[in-house]
């Protein structure tokens, strides 16, 4: 067994803290991973308070993982020793299924094994990026170039992918109009990547203090949700309107912004099942449509674009002992666009 350090939640209400732990012996198609950065994702906040159920204390956190190879196993090809990479939102898939044979291993019908919180057959529990280490099959373990800053690459894991994937999916691209929802660390990724690939991007927020920053990340226009009269001026504007909020709000509001034909697409996860007004689907033939994270392929695929296009996401670097200030702030939206904690500082 490796001894592990990381921070952990030991009860729905208790703050992380620092927690001792061991991981597995890696086998010969594993991978050891150093871990150096780790993002902090929404996610990682919903399941330590175990507001999504089903959560296994102590629980470790952590899908958005960067770090160096330590050791491989002798039966690994992929991977060397000193490597740069990455490990996202899962670890494990069924591998057979006509989504793991499609490459598509988020969707596998068996289910995949999440980073963090997932039960194995051996009846231990998965624990996340907030640790100095981690052990991971190599077909799961992605490359990372060294030509970017890897604090920046760590959230291109999961809010990266999470909006690469639908916008490739739907070949969004030069003279499409993209609307994005909400600026936080899924949405700034939103408009980094269509602005990238030719579409026009507008963000939708409620906070007009964000106007400079959207302008900034990439975006031709800002509208500000809370006024009327700016958001009727966009109606029936967007090809695509790209849904990053995961708190409670209103879809009929902003599916009349779409034309005919217009698909909004869902990234974020309201805490409450939200209302629909068919009419304002079928008044345009409009879609609504969803989209979860990215197979190993296409993840590696955004990886290797970034590197191309010198993209990664916009953090704030800090130190494991201020992960429950850190907490606190993502949830009032105090952080421009994702926090990344600095694993080599832990203990």
């Known amino acids: 067994m490796i001894t592990t350090k990381g921070y952990a939640a030991q009860a729905p209400s208790a703050p992380l803290s620092p927690y001792t732990f061991d991981r597995k012996d890696p086998g010969v198609n594993d991978v050891t991973i150093d871990i150096l950065y780790c993002g902090v994702c ?23 993982i960067i770090g160096r190879v330590h050791s491989i ?19 494990d898939s069924c591998r057979h299924c006509s989504s793991c044979e499609e490459g598509e291993e988020q969707y596998c019908e068996k289910g995949i094994t999440p980073t963090q919180n997932a039960r194995l057959k051996d009846g231990t529990v998965t ?14 373990v992605l490359k990372v170039s060294e030509s970017l800053a890897p604090a920046g690459v760590a959230p291109l894991l999961c809010a990266g992918i999470t909006t690469y994937s639908p916008l490739r999916h739907w070949n969004v691209g030069k003279g499409h109009k993209v609307a994005v929802l909400g600026l936080g660390g899924v949405g700034h990724m939103a408009v980094k990547f269509a602005a990238s ?3 026009e991007v507008t963000v939708l927020s409620g906070s007009p203090s964000k106007r400079e920053s959207a302008l900034a990340l990439g975006a031709t226009h800002f509208v500000v949700t809370s006024d009327v009269a700016e958001l009727k001026a966009v109606a029936g504007r967007f090809d695509f309107l790209i849904d990053a909020v ?38 345009r033939r409009r879609k609504i449509a969803g989209s979860f994270i990215g197979g190993i392929a296409e993840t590696q695929e955004m990886l290797d674009y970034c590197a191309d296009h010198n993209i990664t996401a916009d953090v704030e670097v800090i130190a494991p002992d ?7 702030r993502t949830l009032k939206g105090d952080v421009q666009y994702r926090f990344v904690i600095d694993m080599t500082r832990l203990g």
């Open 42 to 64: 929404h996610a990682d906040i919903h399941q330590a308070k175990n507001e999504y159920g089903g959560t296994a204390y102590p629980f470790v956190p952590g899908h958005e």
């Open 73 to 91: 196993g002798k039966e690994v090809a992929r991977h060397s020793v000193g490597d740069l990479v990455g490990v996202g939102y899962f670890l």
């Open 127 to 140: 624990k996340g990026g907030y640790s100095n280490t981690i052990v991971v099959d190599e077909r799961y």
């Open 197 to 199: 690939f030719g579409a």
């Open 246 to 283: 995961s708190a409670k709000h209103d879809y009929n509001a902003y599916l009349g912004l779409l034309k005919k034909d217009g698909t909004m697409i869902l990234l974020g996860v309201p805490p409450e099942a939200p209302q629909l007004a068919a009419f304002q689907l079928i008044a």
């Open 322 to 328: 201020y992960i429950n200030d850190a907490f606190e």
